[in-house]
Every structure is written in structure tokens, then in C-alpha cells.
């Protein structure tokens, strides 16, 4: 498990004494101090859990939890949040699209309290879409959601503006989560086709001065996230989830090599396991 809690607030109080390096000795730090974490609440965090290949991520803000993907087989890397899950509390599930390593996991999060699903119309067509389908009906306890651009309290839905005719990456759900200060942008598996035509819209959802988080699309592909994307988000810190040594090759060398050039610092789990920024 890392812990990003204190970088955020020494880069909005005195950024220009901060660089790339300092901050991934700052990484390197809590990445070591194991035992902070039974110290740290469980509010108020967003964990990219580890799932190998795949995405997943889980958003305790509040009383409220929010669940991003699923990953494809998320019952290893979910055993340590079995308090996330707790049957007090019912949580909802964004699903970016239906791919595997994004939904893969759905059955065994539907066992765990979820009341509401959240999807593109896109989603249905998929295999993990139909099963949804055939879940929800026979489950009254949980709703399906079919969202676009829209607002869900603290995350704003940018992406897919209308029924989505492109390939399943290029339909996946582009989120941004905002709250305190920092802002996560989360954008499934797109690529840079769409991620560069969406970028004006991503800042306007930013408020000025919060802290930018962007996980990186695509487990780091090299088809997403450009140098001109980049640039125009400016995040002050990238995230990656992506597998040991996935047959993929993600995250790309060249989109690393981006994020040096522009001196953008990043996490991977593939080095770090679970990332959990604390909001
Ligand atoms: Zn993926």
C-alpha cells in the first residue's frame, strides 16, 4: 500500500520549491512507513486497488462509497477492504465500460451491497452487460443507471456526450472527482482521439488551484495519453494501474518517457501495489 496524503498539501503550499525528484523520494518515504495506515481514517480516500491487469478503484467519501470498475478477478486484492463493504452501508459501482479487466468482477461486487449500477447504453451490448441485465431483473434490490454527460454530486460524468457508436475503449466512462481540493480524473480506456477532444471540457470541470490527479488511460498505452494532452491537463501527479508483466507491455515506455520530459511524477501499481490518496 502507498500513501499519498502530505505531497498534495506541500505542492499547494509552496510548489516551486517542489520537483519531480523530491516528490518521488516523498513517495518512496510513505511507501515505507507501512504502519501509518492503521492510523490514517478510512474516510475520505480513493484506493486504485491493485488488481493486476485491470482497473478498479474505491472512493470512501463521507457515509458514501463508490466503486469504479471491478478489474477481472478482484477477490485477492478486495480481502483487505472488507470494511469498505460492510452491510451497513450500500455502495454504488461505476462501470467505465464492459471489457474484462474493467468489469470482469461484477458478480462478485453485485454480492457485496451494491444498490445502484452505473453505465453507458454501450454497456448492454457487451457480454458482462447482458449478464447485468439478467441480474437486475431478478433483483429488485439493485437499479442499473444509464448515464452520460451528467452530475453525480461530486463526480462529473464528461464522457460519452450521446449514445456512443465508437469501439468499447472509446465509449468508456470519463469521470472527474472533486472534492477538497483535489481532483481525479478518470478516464477508463479512451484514447487520445477522444482524450484530446475532451481536455477543454475536462478544466472546465477543474476548480483553479485543486491538485490534479489523472490516471493515466488505457493502463498507460501508448495510444492514449499525448504529449498535447499532457500539456493541457498538467497533472501534478499520474497514476497507472497495469499488471506485472502483462503481455501488453503497459504502461508504454513512451508514455513514460512523456511524463519525464514533462516532469509529471507517477505511481504504478505494478511498483507500488495499492495507491491510496487520501482526500
Ligand atoms: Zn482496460
Known sequence: MLIVSLIKNLLLTNKSVLFTTSIFIL??????????????????????????QGDMALINIGDEKIVIDTGKDP???LSKYQKFFSRRTTSKLFLTHG???????????????????????QF??????????????????TKQNLVQKSEYKYISIIWPEDDCYLDNNDCSLGMIINYNKTSIITLGDLSSNIEDKIANLILAKIPKNNFKILKLSHHGSKNSSSEKFL???SPNLCIVSAGLNN?????????????????????????????????
Request: aromatic share 8%.
Open 247 to 279: 503481455i501488453y507491455k503497459h504502461p508504454s515506455d513512451q508514455v513514460l518517457e512523456r511524463l519525464i520530459k514533462l516532469e509529471i511524477p507517477f505511481i504504478t501499481t505494478v511498483n507500488s501495489g495499492d495507491i491510496k490518496i487520501m482526500l
Open 99 to 121: 471489457d474484462e479487466d474493467h468489469a470482469g468482477g461484477i458478480s462478485y461486487l453485485l454480492k457485496k451491497n451494491v444498490s445502484d449500477v452505473f453505465t453507458t447504453t
Open 27 to 52: 513517495i518512496m518515504f510513505f511507501s515505507n512507513l507501512e504502519n501509518i495506515r492503521m492510523n490514517i481514517s478510512e474516510t475520505n480516500s480513493y484506493v486504485q486497488v491493485d488488481v493486476g
Open 231 to 233: 500539456r493541457s491537463i
Open 124 to 141: 448492454n451490448d457487451s457480454e458482462i452487460g447482458k449478464f447485468l441485465q439478467d441480474y437486475i431483473s431478478e433483483s429488485p434490490t
Open 75 to 77: 477477490i485477492t486484492a
